[in-house]
Nanobody
C-alpha cells in the first residue's frame, strides 16, 4: 500500500514558476514509476509527465515539454514537478500517481495509487 500527498500548488501569474512535491509512504517507493497528471474543469484527466523507478527515464507531454521537469528522490520518498513559464492553460488540479510497473505510462489505468490533488491556478 502506498499513500501519496501532493503539496506546492497555488496561484501564480503567467510566466511564473511553481514546484509541486509528492510525498509517498511505504518502503517500496523505489519500485514504482511515478506520474503527474492534471485535470482542468470540464476536461478529462491527462498525463503530464512520468518518471521510471530509478529516475533514469522520463516522459513529457508536448504541451509541457521544455517547461516542466520531473524528478525523484528515492531516499526521501519524494517526487517533484518543477513548473516554469506557466501559462493559463496549465490551470488544473495536479495529481501524483504511483504505478507498480516500473517504467511509467500515460494511461491512468497503469497507476495503482493516487494522491488527492493540488490546485494550480495561473492567471493571465
Amino acid at each position: 500500500q502506498v499513500q501519496l500527498a501532493e503539496s506546492g500548488g497555488g496561484l501564480v501569474q503567467a510566466g511564473g514558476s511553481l514546484r509541486l512535491s509528492c510525498a509517498a509512504s511505504g518502503r517500496t517507493f523505489s519500485r514504482y514509476a511515478m506520474g503527474w497528471f492534471r485535470q482542468a474543469p470540464g476536461k478529462e484527466r491527462e498525463a503530464v509527465t512520468y518518471i521510471n523507478y530509478n529516475g533514469g527515464s522520463t516522459y513529457y507531454a508536448d504541451s509541457v515539454k521544455g517547461r516542466f521537469t520531473i524528478s525523484r528522490d528515492n531516499a526521501k520518498n519524494l517526487v517533484y514537478l518543477q513548473m516554469n513559464s506557466l501559462k493559463p492553460e496549465d490551470t488544473a488540479v495536479y495529481y501524483c500517481a504511483a504505478g507498480k510497473g516500473s517504467y511509467g505510462s500515460t494511461f491512468l489505468s497503469s497507476y495503482d495509487y493516487w494522491g488527492q490533488g493540488t490546485q494550480v491556478t495561473v492567471s493571465s
